[in-house]
């Protein structure tokens, strides 16, 4: 295996839900509910245990006595985050106190997000800015803008819970022994890595057209899936420290995380429930699939989650991508693309592997958060210049951001969902596949 393809697959660890259809309809999870389907119902949302169909305000009512609530996303599809705000906004009305546990902070960087919720006069500008949002996650704030004006408007706190990247990083390469003291105090005591359910979830968001990922040695999905279950134990633990912190009697932990880390009760929840022996439950929102003549119904396991949100069928995501790969650290004194999405703008664009790139938009790139910047400032339409290093020579590339539309996407040639990006390596977009740090 050569070095460059090593690097792409150790940047690959938290699937993309819905890259492989296969993972919604497993027979796997609560054994109750394993061996049958629940309607995927459009603006509806189905009870997959009672099998009827909820308002939002019905939700509500039967999360009581639901201590911890996890909410699935894919995170640049807007209609996932108008679910979780949705999700929230009702728990708030019914008289719940809410909590919100966020994947796209590590629990370092909780003081940000305390003054979010204390200081009225932190802009918010200067809250994206100064709290690295870029750099901690890199998607588009806009997708998230909403659930955090709500929740600072509502006086709701909001809690980092993921790890840091560096842990991430330390336990895919090492093991968590490799763990500094400050960084294993963010996981439990107990993590489990032996669940055969989860093993074959985790294989089944690796679809088999998957050259890079589908036929990886048995050493490397071991260690992709052992930081998959670091940040489901890490997610699960560190919302439940805040929980039992700051939580009263009617307090809920609603955590807003990557769908393929609440799929069927084996992620974080599965992770949670061996130190927690309160209630739990999921909500996924799930896209109803796009095809002529259907009906706006469909089915998924209904082991699946606790209860399934039905949407109307995805589109490309509000804010463009360049559709590049880059390791998370960089090579020599240049970030090296290592991976080039079929069919993106940079594909067009006539980027290569091997490329390093220089600057965008005139500006050095001379560490992650600059380059997701200064794309979050591009729309759908825009072109954008980059300087790339190719062979000692300096080359200017030109990326067209333009969508490629339903057609397209119906017939294969894009991908059928963005990635779910881990906390390792900021976003963008691309290849069907797990994710890596893609702009």
């Known amino acids: 295996m050569s070095r460059l393809l090593l690097q792409a697959l150790l940047l690959c660890a938290v699937p993309a839900l819905r890259a492989d259809e296969r993972a919604l309809d497993l027979p796997i999870g609560d054994?109750?509910?394993?061996?049958?389907?629940?309607?995927?119902?459009?603006?509806?949302?189905?009870?997959?245990?009672?099998?009827?169909?909820?308002?939002?305000?019905?939700?509500?009512?039967?999360?009581?006595?639901?201590?911890?609530?996890f909410v699935g996303e894919s995170h640049t599809d807007a209609e996932f985050h108008r679910v979780q705000l949705r999700v929230i906004q009702e728990l708030h009305r019914?008289?719940?106190?809410?909590?919100?546990?966020?994947?796209?902070?590590?629990?370092?960087?909780?003081?940000?997000?305390?003054?979010?919720?204390?200081?009225?006069?932190?802009?918010?500008?200067?809250f994206v800015a100064e709290s690295h949002w870029y750099k901690n996650w890199g998607y588009h704030w806009n997708y998230y803008r909403d659930i955090f004006l709500f929740a600072r408007a509502s006086g709701i706190p909001l809690f980092g819970v993921n790890l840091p990247r560096a842990a991430v990083q330390t336990v895919r390469m090492k093991g968590f022994d490799a763990l500094p003291p400050d960084e294993r105090a963010l996981l439990p005591e107990r993590i489990d890595l032996e669940s055969a359910e989860h093993q074959r979830l985790f294989r089944a968001f690796f679809g088999s057209e998957d050259s890079l990922h589908g036929n990886m040695p048995e050493p490397?999905?071991?260690?992709?899936?052992?930081?998959?279950?670091?940040?489901?134990?890490?997610?699960?633990?560190?919302?439940?420290?805040?929980l039992?912190?700051?939580?009263?009697?009617?307090?809920?932990?609603?955590?807003?995380?990557?769908?393929?880390?609440?799929?069927?009760?084996?992620?974080?929840e599965r992770q949670a429930k061996l130190w927690f022996a309160g209630r739990t439950a999921s909500v996924i929102p799930v896209p109803i699939a796009e095809e002529a003549g259907a009906?706006?119904?469909?089915?998924?396991?209904?082991?699946?989650?606790?209860?399934?949100?039905?949407?109307?069928?995805?589109?490309?995501?509000?804010?463009?991508?360049?559709?590049?790969?880059?390791?998370?650290?960089?090579?020599?004194?240049r970030y090296k693309v290592i991976l080039v999405g079929k069919d993106t703008p940079a594909a067009a664009a006539g980027f290569e592997?091997?490329?390093?790139?220089?600057?965008?938009?005139?500006?050095?790139?001379?560490?992650?958060?600059?380059?997701?910047?200064?794309?979050?400032?591009?729309?759908?339409g825009d072109a954008v210049v980059c300087k790339v290093l190719r062979g000692g020579q300096e080359r200017t590339l030109t990326a067209y951001l333009r969508r490629r539309g339903p057609k397209a996407r119906s017939a294969g040639a894009a991908p059928a969902a963005p990635p779910q990006v881990p906390p390792s390596s900021p976003p963008a977009t691309p290849p069907k596949s797990p994710s890596g740090d893609r702009r």
């Open 94 to 126: 019914r008289g719940r106190q809410v909590l919100v546990g966020l994947e796209m902070y590590p629990v370092p960087e909780q003081p940000w997000l305390d003054r979010w919720h204390q200081d009225k006069g932190l802009t918010e500008e200067a």
């Open 244 to 268: 039992k912190t700051h939580g009263g009697e009617k307090a809920i932990m609603v955590v807003l995380i990557g769908s393929g880390h609440v799929a069927y009760g084996l992620g974080a």
């Open 295 to 333: 009906a706006p119904i469909g089915k998924v396991q209904a082991s699946y989650a606790d209860f399934v949100w039905g949407l109307p069928p995805s589109t490309d995501p509000l804010y463009p991508s360049l559709g590049i790969s880059t390791p998370e650290q960089r090579s020599g004194e």
């Open 220 to 242: 490397m999905f071991q260690a992709m899936y052992r930081a998959q279950c670091a940040w489901d134990a890490a997610m699960g633990w560190n919302a439940l420290q805040a």
């Open 353 to 380: 592997v091997g490329d390093e790139l220089v600057s965008i938009e005139g500006v050095p790139i001379d560490e992650k958060e600059t380059s997701n910047r200064l794309m979050s400032e591009k729309r759908w």
């Open 31 to 69: 054994p109750a509910r394993r061996d049958r389907e629940a309607a995927v119902v459009l603006d509806g949302i189905t009870d997959a245990a009672r099998g009827d169909t909820l308002t939002p305000p019905e939700l509500a009512a039967r999360l009581d006595g639901v201590k911890l609530l």
